[in-house]
């Protein structure tokens, strides 16, 4: 029996709808002069579904697929994906050999990795393609670009290392006043011109991020990484909108149990809401072990009958309760937590504001519990 399939399947589930997908990477590509695309499915596709989203973007052109971890970058061989696939976290040493294995290529930030690599490449007679890591401003990982001649200069003499691209990470581009990322920009490319006063061939730029994409078109370079954009979000609730992205997600669940309280009625663990006076109040089977974060009790809101409403009392991890004031409802009613109902909205954004994060936690928290459909393929 497979609870999966849409007959049967659990009243909460995620909808991702493709033909947004697609949307969002054509116009990016028009911000962007129809640069290359690296598109990042890290963490699920950002809660999208791996595979499926990962599937779609092949098939869609894009160049390559980025992921930050080993296990998604062989889950993504393992379902067929040929298009290149690059791994962007710190390598483990000892998981050199698999990305061997799997045709993975991956970020070198340090001349240690870089030569372990060329050691255990030329034992087992192969070559690994590499993008090299700089540090302009992140501080992450990366070697730090002033200082980062002799890494280049070895790696491009090392034998059984293709250096396919160099590359470093934006800390602050989702602010378009920030003045730290032109400097950045100025940093990557000074370090870079190493490659041509060795006589190398330049390998393809890249560093631009979502907030990269939108706001400097100095550092879109050869090959753009755009993440949360891709999938129709902004990267903070506040960022200027500068292109009608559509989000492709929506979280939909329906009313489990309605009842009708009269006034003083208390709701949920820790009895932090209580009715003043009677009210109709909705059950929602869904909950923080879904990723719905418990950060939204007592302030996060859903629509249903085409209305905003707000949660009463604490999320609990399986449901949560809705106050809808004086309209009951029946079982069955369709809640909607991210996405459309009507002609009313709640986005992403909305709920990392209430649930005082950012939007790509709200959307990686979304986990495995929840069924994904897919429409407009
Ligand atoms: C996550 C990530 C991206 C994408 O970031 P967004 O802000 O989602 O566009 C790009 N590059 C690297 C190295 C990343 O880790």
């Not at 160049?63 to 976290?89: D, K, Q, Y």
């Not at 870079?192 to 550092?219: D, I, K, T």
């Not at 072990?289 to 009463?312: F, H, M, P, W």
């Not at 004031?325 to 009313?344: C, F, S």
Request: proline share 5%; net charge neutral; glycine share 8%.
């Amino acid at each position: 029996m497979n609870l999966n399939s849409p007959s049967i399947m659990r009243p909460s589930f995620i909808e991702v709808n493709l033909n947004n997908l697609r949307h969002n990477l054509e116009l990016i590509r028009k911000h962007t002069d129809d640069r290359p695309v690296m598109a990042v499915v890290k963490a699920n596709a950002y809660g999208h579904g791996l595979l499926k989203v990962a599937q779609f973007y092949e098939k869609l052109g894009v160049n390559c697929l980025g992921v930050a971890l080993l296990e998604e970058g062989i889950r993504l061989r393992e379902s067929g994906i040929t298009l290149p696939v690059v791994v962007f976290g710190g390598v483990s040493v000892q998981q050199i050999p698999e990305y061997l294995e799997w045709n993975l290529e991956f970020f070198v930030s340090s001349p240690e990795v870089l030569r372990l690599a060329e050691k255990i490449c030329k034992s087992c007679k192969q070559q690994a393609t590499v993008h090299l890591k700089l540090d302009t401003g992140m501080g992450r990982i990366g070697i730090g670009a002033e200082d980062s001649a002799s890494f280049i200069e070895e790696a491009v003499r090392a034998k059984h290392i293709m250096v396919k691209g160099v590359c470093s990470h934006l800390a602050c581009a989702d602010d378009p006043e920030n003045p730290l990322t032109l400097k950045q920009v100025e940093r990557f490319l000074r370090a870079v011109s190493v490659f041509e006063r060795l006589g190398a061939e330049m390998p393809l730029r890249h560093l631009a991020n979502s907030g990269g994409v939108l706001y400097f078109p100095e550092s879109h370079l050869d090959m753009i990484r755009p993440g949360i954009l891709l999938y129709g979000v902004y990267p903070e609730a506040t960022s200027p909108h500068v292109m009608e992205v559509r989000p492709a997600l929506q979280l939909k669940s329906q009313v489990s149990f309605h009842k009708s309280v009269p006034s003083g009625f208390s709701v949920s663990y820790g009895s932090t809401w209580t009715s003043k006076s009677s009210a109709e109040i909705s059950t929602v089977p869904l909950g923080y072990g879904d990723g719905y974060r418990r950060q939204l009790s007592n302030r996060g809101e859903v629509l249903i009958r085409g209305k905003r409403r707000t949660i009463a009392g604490r999320v609990c991890m399986d449901q949560f309760m809705i106050n809808c004031e004086n309209e009951p409802n029946d079982a069955g009613e369709e809640v909607v937590l991210i996405g459309l109902q009507k002609d009313r909205c709640i986005t992403v954004e909305e709920l990392s504001v209430w649930a005082e994060t950012i939007p790509y936690e709200i959307l990686t928290n979304l986990n495995e519990r929840l069924p994904r459909i897919y429409s407009n393929e």
